[in-house]
């Protein structure tokens, strides 16, 4: 099969050989071999393994992101950062980390921003009901 990891800058993976691959989605962790069927999921923060013909393992930390399959034999990958690595342990340390704080400001910034809105909509119905009569 072929791999690609493409992110809005640059073509983090293009390799083709791949015997097999595991990546993780909402519902949890899952794989593809050869000849998978059409698939599309969305993926969150973590680590893509994938085999090549030789036996080799690689790894790709992905901050998110869309995969599909395509014929079983095509698998790209779109992320916001991909960082590729050879080892898994310092990958998932180093890498996950800066992800997750990241993710962390994300959560954070739309907190604020869903406060922000129900504010406006609370100030909305003030404005528009000043007895406080409950309309149905």
């Known amino acids: 099969m072929k791999l690609r990891i493409v992110t809005p800058l640059d073509v983090a993976v ?7 691959l595991r990546a993780e989605d909402p519902t949890g962790s899952f794989g593809i071999l050869q000849g998978h069927a059409d698939f599309l999921t969305c993926l969150v923060t973590g680590v893509v393994r994938w085999t090549v013909q030789d036996g080799t393992h690689r790894f790709c930390a992905v901050r998110r992101g869309q ?3 395509t014929a079983g034999t095509a698998i790209s990958i779109t992320t ?5 690595g ?3 342990a310092a990958l ?14 994300e959560r954070a910034e739309k907190v604020s921003t869903t406060q922000l809105e129900l504010l406006a909509i609370r100030q909305i119905v003030n404005h528009l009901n000043p007895a ?5």
């Open 14 to 20: 293009d390799e083709d050989g791949v015997t097999a």
């Open 67 to 69: 995969l599909s399959v």
């Open 80 to 84: 916001r950062e991909a960082v590729t």
């Open 86 to 88: 050879t080892d898994l």
């Open 92 to 105: 998932e340390h180093n890498v996950l980390t800066r992800f997750q704080a990241d993710l962390d400001t």
């Open 132 to 136: 406080g009569r409950n309309f149905q």
